[in-house]
């Protein structure tokens, strides 16, 4: 018996109607189907995307936080009146438009584009390299305003101090980074015959905002200049800190730990996990133990011990005495600033070009009160005074060098992969 594929055609059976089919005359669309479209359109489709909406914003507020089931139960209940009442207005307005016989306008709904949330996990000593490719200059008021504007999101309607026409020593370029969890923009301005440079920055995660010690631990004897620490941790934008190693005042905190203590007139500035500034004054901490019962009622991560307070909540401080560094005097400066919610400023006053003055405390801290912050901490000054960005020293310290120093506080990308 011959071979036969397992679907051929059986003996007798007609072979099948290859033919084209002529085709059939399409139904035209009722006005019932037409009813159906423009409510899927008007209606279901942007209700879904409002309800949608609306359950993700309010998963987002209430996520991690534990609430009664009551309150949960209340909140739920009003998402859903909120859908409801949506699409009765809607359904409303499209038999409305339909009984008139016009044609409804269809409305386009706008998404806010949902980011990604980065975050640099507890423990790693080196952030994740910065991206080239986001780094800018440029001294056009134009271009800069726009760099604000790409940044907004970012900075979630807070106001920012620089100003993209403002005067700038010399017309000194400014400089900028921005990628997906941090923006950053240095420039230099004059002020009082200083040189001040400012470095203002808005970060997505506290864990951007960092500290690191010479040798990657506490108590290490090695020293770097701040452009080696900067480039070893891959900052994006870098401050000298409170040269730890070389003083013995203060309450020096690490990784939420209390090290060291001597609080008898030295201000000392904590950062807590959320990336707020909290500050003690002289007296009111003198031991490990009630430095270590401030670290856990506030949640501090690390301290900065030099000082004095410039800004406490508004308030511009004035002491007419400090026990650490030359107040009345004048001296090269370096402050941390907070602007609002994980937006900070760093600054440093020096001398540069023709102009030579360099500032008291007291001139100092009314320059950096005009940026608006909220908190304000003097940092070390003199020769460690210094700002770094993309691995560069941006401003002129004492004598024109850096030296070298035992710890650095910076700002880093969280993206990985270079952004």
């Not at 699409?87 to 584009?113: C, F, M, N």
């Not at 401030?294 to 000082?307: K, P, Q, R, T």
């Not at 003055?357 to 009160?369: C, D, G, H, S, Y």
Request: aromatic share 10%; proline share 6%; charged share 20%.
């Amino acid at each position: 018996m011959a071979y036969q594929p397992k679907f051929a055609r059986k003996p007798g059976n007609p072979p099948r109607n290859t033919a084209p089919q002529p085709e059939k005359p399409r139904k035209k669309r009722s006005a019932g189907s037409w009813a159906l479209l423009i409510l899927l359109g008007l209606v279901i489709i942007p209700a879904s995307c409002f309800a949608t909406a609306a359950l993700l914003y309010r998963m987002v507020v209430t996520i991690g936080q534990n609430q009664p089931a009551q309150v949960k139960q209340i909140q739920d209940q009003n998402v859903l009146a909120d859908f409801e009442q949506y699409v009765t207005l809607r359904h409303d307005a499209v038999k409305v438009a339909l009984a008139s016989g016009e044609k409804p306008e269809i409305e386009e709904v706008e998404v806010e584009p949902v980011r990604k949330k980065y975050w640099i996990e507890d423990g790693v000593q080196v952030a994740p390299e910065p991206n080239p490719a986001c780094y800018g200059q440029s001294n056009d008021p134009e271009e800069l305003a726009q760099v604000l504007e790409d940044a907004a999101w970012l900075l979630e309607d807070q106001p920012v101090y620089f100003q993209p026409d403002g005067e700038r020593y010399e017309d000194s370029t400014v400089q900028y980074y921005l990628d997906d969890s941090i923006f950053a923009i240095t420039w230099k301005e004059v002020h009082d015959g200083s040189v001040y440079t400012f470095s203002e920055i808005k970060v997505s995660h506290p864990s951007q905002f960092r500290r690191h010690l010479a040798g990657g631990e506490y108590g290490s004897e090695m020293q770097y200049l701040t452009t080696e620490m900067a480039a070893s941790v891959n900052a994006v934008v870098a401050s000298a800190g409170d040269f730890y190693r070389f003083r013995d005042f203060g309450a020096v905190v690490y990784e939420g730990v209390a090290r060291r203590v001597e609080g008898t007139y030295a201000e000392t500035c904590y950062i807590d996990t959320d990336g707020n500034m909290h500050f003690t004054y002289g007296g009111e901490v003198l031991t490990v133990e009630d430095v270590q019962k401030f670290v856990d009622e506030n949640n501090i991560s690390f301290s900065l011990a030099f000082g004095p307070v410039l800004v406490d909540n508004y308030e511009v401080k004035n002491p007419q005495w400090y026990g650490v560094g030359e107040i009345n005097e004048g001296y090269a400066r370096a402050a941390l600033c907070q602007m609002g919610p994980l937006h900070y400023i760093v600054a440093t006053a020096n001398t540069q070009g023709i102009y030579q003055e360099i500032p008291t405390v007291a001139m100092f801290a009314k320059n950096i009160a005009a940026t608006g912050c909220q908190n304000a901490y003097c940092l070390d000054g003199g020769q460690t005074a210094t700002i770094v960005m993309n691995d560069e020293l941006v401003n002129r310290p004492v004598y024109g060098q850096q030296r070298k120093i035992s710890d650095i506080i910076y700002f880093a990308t969280a993206v990985p992969g270079g952004g």
